[in-house]
């Protein structure tokens, strides 16, 4: 089994890493996203953006 650590995933060649800023502010648009989709009645759409905040907010935490 290919086993990944997802601190090399996130690293550029010269391993600097991402930005942890860009990821929480996109996890925050996810998030803006899925309140604004909630509050249309469009629950599946809602969910799955929740699902994206999430995700990055493992990013975040990752990239520190």
Not at 11 to 36: H, P, R
């Amino acid at each position: 089994m290919l086993k990944i650590k997802l601190k090399k995933v996130i690293q550029d060649k010269k391993g600097n890493g991402m930005s942890s800023w860009l990821i929480w502010g996109v996890g925050l648009l996810y998030l803006a996203v899925a309140i604004e989709q909630i509050q249309k009645g469009n629950m599946g759409l809602g969910i799955s953006f929740i699902g994206y905040f999430i995700g990055n907010i493992g990013l975040g935490l990752a990239a520190k």
